[in-house]
């Protein structure tokens, strides 16, 4: 008969309540460890998309770039 161990890792989001708008995610895939990255999304509006802005250094949500202004205002 073999024998089968089985282990399974759980990750795991930690949302500081004090400061919700800023979520840091990290994980760690099969190559080791991976960078994490911050998500501000102080001035997220309906249908913002998520996007890198390289001067602020981080990714942003908010009214720069929504459904809208990507499709000219047509439907997403």
Partial sequence: ?????????K???TIDEDNSSVIE???QGP?????????????????????YDSTAGTY???STWTTSSLTNGGNF
């Fill in 1 to 9: 008969m073999t024998t089968v161990n089985i282990t399974t890792n």
């Fill in 31 to 51: 190559q080791g460890a991976s960078a994490s990255f911050t998500l501000s999304d102080d001035n997220k509006i309906d249908k913002s998309i998520i996007y």
């Fill in 11 to 13: 990750n795991t989001v």
């Fill in 60 to 62: 942003k949500a908010n």
């Fill in 25 to 27: 995610v990290a994980t």
